[in-house]
């Protein structure tokens, strides 16, 4: 009896909990904007080339793949990264500051966990799919990070440019 009341607990449709957001939903909505996926597609294009030396056609297929699998993980990653986020150490600068959730720190905190997830996906497919020498606590981790910087930098400013429309 216990377990049917927590599935109808669950699947009860709750107004309250439909308006629970948080700044990493918004990011990952941008992320998957033509803009933001353009300009990455081609900044990161740039950095497989130059760090991994390889061809132009696998440089393009390298980046792709790459990209896919974190836009297909990150779909779940990031906001969960951003709801680990809000609950610590989120939670402590609300109260310390007397803040609340969409403020300076916490949209710097989701820009930096997304170029970080994202950097860590990408970074496992290099070097599990493709073989290629990416090392996760080198200065490649950090140029990686600046090209995801650049797209995630584009999608974080188009919410500014074009704010999400409730």
């Known amino acids: 009896m216990r377990r049917i009341a927590i599935w109808m607990l669950l699947f009860f449709?709750?107004?309250?909990h439909a308006n629970a957001v948080w700044p990493a939903l918004y990011l990952e909505t941008r992320?998957?904007?033509w803009w933001a996926i353009s300009v990455g597609l081609v900044v990161e294009y740039l950095?497989?080339?130059?760090?991994?030396?390889?061809?132009?056609?696998?440089?393009?297929?390298?980046?792709?793949?790459?990209?896919?699998?974190?836009?297909?993980?990150?779909?779940?990653?990031i906001p969960l990264a951003g709801i680990a986020w809000e609950v610590f150490?989120?939670?402590?600068?609300?109260?310390?500051l007397n803040i609340g959730t969409f403020n300076p720190i916490t949209w710097c905190?989701?820009?930096?966990?997304?170029?970080?997830?994202n950097v860590a996906l990408e970074g496992?497919?290099?070097?599990?799919?493709?073989?290629?020498?990416?090392?996760f606590k080198s200065k490649m981790f950090l140029w990686f990070l600046l090209a995801n910087a650049v797209s995630?930098?584009?999608?974080?400013?188009?919410?500014?440019?074009?704010?999400v429309q409730p």
């Open 89 to 96: 150490p989120g939670l402590l600068f609300y109260h310390v």
């Open 152 to 163: 995630v930098g584009v999608a974080a400013v188009s919410l500014y440019i074009i704010p």
């Open 31 to 33: 992320l998957f904007s």
């Open 124 to 135: 496992l497919v290099y070097k599990k799919t493709f073989r290629l020498n990416f090392l």
């Open 47 to 77: 950095f497989v080339r130059k760090l991994f030396q390889v061809t132009p056609k696998k440089a393009i297929f390298v980046t792709i793949t790459a990209n896919a699998a974190s836009a297909l993980l990150g779909i779940l990653l």
């Open 109 to 117: 905190a989701t820009f930096i966990i997304a170029c970080a997830v």
């Open 13 to 16: 449709p709750v107004v309250a």
